[in-house]
């Protein structure tokens, strides 16, 4: 199959409730949506969240970097030839992470299709069944505690909940929502940075003094603070992970040959996709360290890339994979089930989406 045409496309879903963290607020879901025709009619799907407080990125820069910089060096190529496409992709800019990784994962579609399997399977997995947690938006005590009842009852087995607004207060809302869910529901923490090194310490050593039990504790620091990270690793009596201090392959490196963390969070996002996914995964696993399989805030189309590529890689433990039960509206069809706290795969050719609705065109088309 031969790329004839690469257009980007505004999908808007409205969010159930408000996505909160110590970063940001969104009401509703807006990504940029990228469509790779070929010449037999075959399209692939790709999708970038503009998270410019993460990746720095914007629907305007997204647009621009596909179709200035990436479409006109890709329209034309064989889509089986996917090492010199992803050198094509990545080499066309640095930086641009999740316009790189919505064209990653349209190339991947494409390459899995032209193959007739799916991606999960091409990339050497068998695992169908995927567990997720769901995030737990930061807010008043009673209404995340509210939320994560809501969950349990929907049958989530993990909350992620977000905190790093304030030690004292923080410490409040882990213990009134670990009383109210009850000992089965296992919780993980995202300070998304919020923390200082001697906050962190403080308030992990007081929910472990009142029997508080964690999964895990997501980048309690600022991402440039390796040396703090390792500190807050050194005293903390739950297992943390690294997620905004690792986009690519070289920070991998720095966050393990210093033992700052005991996890990684790998986003599509962060890393521009599957291609560059794939190294870290494999790295981490060198060194002893699982990961975690995550996303931003993104829908269907790009979360069923991160499924495919967690149900084929043994050494991704940890899923966090919620973007779709997030929105009030799926807005696409086809791909991978997301029942809630269960992600089931299917055997559909490529990533499996085949629809996407009421898309908005951008920036014309190449």
């Known amino acids: 199959m031969i790329i004839t045409h690469v257009a980007c496309y505004l999908l808007k879903l409205p969010l159930k409730t408000p996505f909160q963290t110590a970063l940001r607020r969104v009401e509703a879901l807006e990504d940029v949506v990228v469509k790779i025709t070929t010449d037999t009619g075959a399209v692939g799907y790709g999708e970038a969240p503009p998270t410019e407080v993460i990746t ?9 970097a596909i179709q200035e910089r990436m479409a006109p060096l890709l329209v034309g190529r064989d889509t089986l030839a996917m090492e010199e496409n992803q050198r094509i992709l990545h080499g066309a800019m640095v930086h641009n992470t999740s316009a790189k990784a919505a064209v990653d994962m349209a190339l991947y579609d494409l390459f ?64 009134e929502i670990v009383r109210a869910v009850g000992p089965e529901v296992k919780i993980r923490l995202d ?37 703090g990270l390792r500190e807050v690793k050194k005293h903390s ?20 040959d210093l033992q700052a963390a005991d996890i990684i969070n790998i986003k599509l996002m962060k890393t521009g996709g599957i291609h560059e996914a794939l190294k870290l995964v494999d ?21 069923a890339a991160a499924a495919h590529l967690a149900g084929a890689r043994e050494n991704i433990r940890y899923i966090d994979l919620d973007g779709p039960n997030l929105t009030a509206v799926a807005g696409s069809v086809g791909g991978p089930e997301f029942l809630e ?8 050719p490529g990533i499996g989406i085949r629809e996407v609705a009421d898309l908005l065109p951008l920036g014309g088309e190449k």
């Open 56 to 64: 720095g990125e914007s629907i305007p820069s997204i647009v621009s």
């Open 112 to 175: 899995a299709q032209e193959m007739n399997q799916p991606l999960y399977r091409l990339l050497g997995g068998s695992e169908k069944h995927l567990t997720t947690d769901i995030t737990i938006s930061v807010g008043e005590v009673s209404a995340m505690v509210k939320d994560s009842l809501r969950a349990k009852e929907l049958g989530y087995e993990h909350l992620k909940i977000k905190v790093g607004q304030g030690g004292s207060e923080d410490i409040e809302r882990v213990e």
């Open 191 to 227: 300070a998304n940075q919020g923390w200082g090194v001697r906050e962190a310490i403080s308030v992990l050593d007081e929910l472990h003094r009142r029997d508080i039990a964690l999964e895990l504790v997501e980048q309690p620091v600022a991402y440039a603070d390796l040396l």
């Open 237 to 256: 009596p739950y297992p943390i992970m690294a997620d905004e201090a690792v986009f690519s392959l070289a920070d991998a490196h720095r966050v393990l």
């Open 283 to 303: 790295l981490a696993e060198l060194y002893g360290v699982s990961c975690m399989m995550g996303c931003m805030l993104e829908s269907k189309i790009s979360v």
């Open 341 to 348: 706290g269960d992600i089931v795969l299917n055997d559909s």
